[in-house]
């Protein structure tokens, strides 16, 4: 069935949405600083604040065929089991998932939020300035020293001093040597190389490599050993570790937390 909302509802789910995002530094195609600045002046956004804005943005979600709302909690009375326990007032972080306190880590020290109220979205794919920005921030946020230079970054981005800082510390050099691409999606093997980085590049110890799709010789080879030895994260199978597949937000939370010793 088609969900369809008023034209009006529309308008203030629409102007609301743009606000959240581009305050929470979520990248959509389109929105830039003046569509932002847009739509916070809109009298549409000024309404959206008189009315339930997360019910508003929930609608624009499920519109959109976008919604990340967790399954609803199993009837006691119904079905005769216990409701589904979440954490962190996110409906999408079960309680027992294994990205639970990682998310709940994260969201305390202020390194990434939710993607909507009451939405963490673990299942969504992350971009590299995305990553780069949490990875940033689980470092306090340092100011860029100025010695790196990136070609068209946006400096009034959420991600600019954080690719900064990565280039500066030999953690990115971008998609080229003087470029950077913060919306694409980034994967296992380029995750696990900015962390090993981050972590000065370690020697990593002699061993089997027990994954036919991790090459010797490949930019990630030894930050997947690395990574893998320390406990960050494993295979997707006992003898793969998928290093081009995409990762997503409850993984690098997941990825980020354990490379700092919790």
Not at 44 to 58: E, F, G
């Amino acid at each position: 069935t088609k969900f369809t909302i008023p034209e009006e509802l529309e308008a203030r789910t629409t102007a609301a949405r743009d606000v959240y995002d581009y305050e929470h530094g979520i990248q959509r195609s389109g929105l830039t600083e003046s569509a932002y600045r847009a739509s916070k002046e809109s009298d549409a956004y000024k309404r959206a604040l008189c009315s339930d804005t997360q019910i508003l943005l929930h609608c624009y979600d499920y519109r959109m065929g976008q919604s990340k709302f967790a399954a609803p909690p199993v009837d006691p009375g119904k079905a005769g089991q216990a409701p589904v326990k979440t954490v962190g007032g996110f409906g999408d972080v079960p309680e027992s998932a294994y990205y639970a306190q990682p998310v709940l880590w994260a969201v305390g020290r202020e390194i990434t939020g939710g993607t909507a109220s009451g939405t963490f979205s673990p299942g969504a794919t992350c971009t590299g300035g995305q990553i780069l920005t949490f990875l940033w921030r689980s470092q306090g946020s340092p100011e860029p020293e100025g010695t790196a230079r990136i070609d068209g970054l946006d400096t009034g981005k959420y991600y600019a001093k954080a690719a900064l800082w990565a280039a500066e510390k030999g953690i990115t050099g971008g998609t080229s040597a003087t470029t950077f691409s913060p919306g694409a999606s980034c994967t296992r093997g380029q995750t696990v190389t900015f962390l090993y980085r981050a972590a000065g590049s370690p020697k990593t110890k002699s061993g089997a490599n027990p994954f036919a799709d991790v090459k010797e010789g490949a930019y990630y080879y030894d930050a997947v050993l690395w990574a893998v030895g320390k406990g960050i994260t494993s295979g997707a199978t006992p003898t793969a570790f998928r290093p081009d597949a995409t990762v997503t937000r409850g993984q690098t939370v997941t990825f980020l937390y354990r490379s700092q010793g919790k």
